[in-house]
Nanobody, 127 residues
Framework: QVQLVESGGGLVQAGGSLRLSCAAS????????IGWFRQAPGKERKFVAA???????????YYEDSVKGRFTISRDNAKNTVYLQMNSLKPEDTAVYYC?????????????????WGQGTQVTVSS
């Protein structure tokens, strides 16, 4: 089991920034890739970003096109935490943001591959 807890959501004006955190506990954190997804009201949940790594220190990042250049995913191994830094926020970024864990070896961009999910954190961007 992997437990994931998101934090850092809130209300921000367009053009502002937020940093979301995903704290992981349970099974070995390094055995999983971590992704961020979001779900806007009345819409399906969609991929935002993911961070994967191999057995060494090399890691890879993936981003949905609309957030490239604005969002940055990173991790702090010592804290078992993955972050999503969101800059230049737009009203269309308003959604509930979820972090999730997928076992290494699976495609981290495919939502169906994820086994564990956090409870979500609300991000609201006002115009």
């Amino acid at each position: 089991q992997v437990q994931l807890v998101e934090s850092g959501g809130g209300l921000v004006q367009a053009g502002g920034s937020l940093r979301l955190s995903c704290a992981a506990s349970g099974r070995t954190f390094s055995s999983y890739h971590i992704g961020w997804f979001r779900q806007a009201p009345g819409k399906e949940r969609k991929f935002v970003a993911a961070l994967s790594w191999n057995s060494g220190s090399v890691y890879y990042t993936y981003y949905e096109d609309s957030v490239k250049g604005r969002f940055t995913i990173s991790r702090d191994n010592a804290k078992n935490t993955v972050y999503l830094q969101m800059n230049s926020l737009k009203p269309e970024d308003t959604a509930v943001y979820y972090c999730a864990a997928v076992p290494r070896g699976r495609n981290p961009q495919a939502m169906a591959n994820y086994d564990y999910w956090g409870q979500g954190t609300q991000v609201t961007v006002s115009s």
